[in-house]
């Protein structure tokens, strides 16, 4: 997979601060930062391209799950 270079700016104490926690966490400033932007994306990104995440269809075909009804779903009713 060919990788890209990203670079951005920030203050001093924004720096030190980012720094410090990455070498508590026993990380480098390139892996924390990484790690920062891959959950960022994943929480903010758009998914729809992706089926797993399109809850219309999963709505759709799937049906409506009780979970206090697991056990007669798994096993059967009462009598099996």
């Known amino acids: 997979m060919r990788k890209k270079v990203v670079q951005t ?3 001093e104490d924004a ?3 980012l720094l410090k926690t990455a070498e508590s966490k026993g990380l480098t400033l ?6 920062a ?3 960022w994306a ?3 990104g758009d998914l729809s391209f992706d089926p ?3 809850f219309t ?5 799937g ?5 206090d009804r697991e056990d007669e779903t798994l096993y059967g009713g009462e009598d099996s």
């Open 63 to 67: 049906s409506r799950r009780y979970p």
């Open 52 to 54: 797993l995440f399109d």
């Open 15 to 17: 720096y030190a601060f």
């Open 37 to 39: 932007a891959m959950e």
């Open 9 to 11: 700016d920030m203050d």
């Open 42 to 44: 994943a929480r903010e």
């Open 30 to 35: 390139k892996q924390a930062l990484r790690e």
């Open 57 to 61: 269809i999963t709505v759709a075909k």
